[in-house]
């Protein structure tokens, strides 16, 4: 892989995130797993990140106020 894309996975689930973030670094890429979209939205706001990997239903922000607060901010 040339260029490695900066992924962030946000699940509430601290097993099945782990999971994910870890098949997807043995895939080469940059990964970062948070487990609430208030966490995600702290991180956003400071870093770029090519790809979001939601899960709809989370404490905080869910996934779709996720995806809004990025339409409006990316």
């Given at each position: 892989m040339s260029e490695q894309f900066r992924i962030l996975v946000v699940e509430d689930e601290e097993t099945l995130n782990q999971s994910i973030v870890?098949?997807?670094r043995r895939d080469g890429y940059l990964v970062q797993g948070v487990t609430s979209g208030a966490e995600a939205?702290?991180?956003?706001?400071t870093e770029e990140c090519d790809v979001v990997?939601?899960?709809?239903?989370?404490?905080g922000a869910d996934g779709f106020e996720l995806l809004q607060w990025l339409r409006t901010n990316r």
């Open positions: 870890n098949s997807l939205l702290r991180i956003l706001w990997i939601s899960d709809q239903k989370m404490p």
